[in-house]
Nanobody
Framework: VQLQASGGGSVQPGGSLRLSCAAS????????MGWFRQAPGKERDFVAA?????????TYADSVKGRFTISRDNAKNTVYLQMNSLKPEDTAVYYC???????????????????WGKGTQVTVSS
């Protein structure tokens, strides 16, 4: 599996962006997918994850609950992160990732990620 994130950019506080992560590989639909972010000088943090099962179990970091939505389209081998009501503290490089052994309903751990995509910059400022 190879991952390529896109859709980042600059937006004012309160605005919205949708990130996309295109995956290569025939086993995409079986794998859990996640988003992480890393702000300057900080560690890479979990943002959201979605299972590869038909039930589409999702998990979010507390800081983005109610504002961000993760989804996937297996026919397009793509996972999305819809980000609404963006805040300056959401500014970071966002990475998509997959964890082959992720337990649905838990927070995905960076140490367990099997494949990282290249990041895409999101900047929220007025």
């Amino acid at each position: 599996v190879q991952l390529q994130a896109s859709g980042g950019g600059s937006v004012q506080p309160g605005g919205s962006l949708r990130l996309s992560c295109a995956a290569s590989g025939r086993e995409f639909s079986n794998h859990a997918m996640g988003w992480f972010r890393q702000a300057p000088g900080k560690e890479r943090d979990f943002v959201a994850a979605i299972s590869g099962t038909r039930t589409r179990i999702t998990t979010y970091a507390d800081s983005v609950k109610g504002r961000f939505t993760i989804s996937r389209d297996n026919a397009k081998n793509t996972v999305y992160l819809q980000m609404n009501s963006l805040k300056p503290e959401d500014t970071a490089v966002y990475y998509c990732a997959t964890d082959f052994h992720w337990v649905p309903g838990t927070k995905m751990s960076g140490g367990d990620v099997n494949v990282w995509g290249k990041g895409t910059q999101v900047t929220v400022s007025s």
